[in-house]
């Protein structure tokens, strides 16, 4: 069974940092693109950022551009968010998901797995 879990959400100040992660298994971890979405109340999801299989190609939203960074670990099958300068514009609950495709992808449907979330508040 393949299971992702998200952690580190949180409430924060406008300005201030997270660094999300998400444990994944039952899955062959390196062999899967990983992505991070975001769904806020009365919005569509969003992209945010994702990371090839290999770490070795990123991309991110605009919106997060420059204060976002998306990194894995293989040897720990986690995936991870380190969130700067948050804005409340972030707030949002933040998921992650993993794609069986080698390389990373900012669609949605691409991806064949999802966890359930973590709450990402800012505070203005």
């Known amino acids: 069974q393949v299971r992702l879990v998200e952690s580190g959400g949180g409430l924060v100040q406008a300005g201030g940092s997270l660094r999300l992660s998400c444990a994944t298994s039952g899955l062959t971890f390196r062999r899967y693109a990983m992505g991070w979405f975001r769904r806020a109340p009365g919005k569509e999801r969003q992209f945010v950022a994702a990371?090839?299989?290999?770490?070795?190609?990123?991309y991110y939203a605009d919106s997060v551009k420059g204060r976002v960074t998306v990194s894995r670990d293989n040897a720990k099958n986690t995936v991870y968010l380190q969130m700067n300068s948050l804005k409340p514009e972030d707030t949002a609950v933040y998921l992650c998901a993993a794609a069986n495709i080698g390389s990373a992808s900012t669609y949605a449907s691409v991806y064949d797995y999802w966890g359930q979330g973590t709450q990402v508040t800012v505070s203005s």
């Open positions: 990371i090839s299989w290999s770490g070795g190609s990123t």
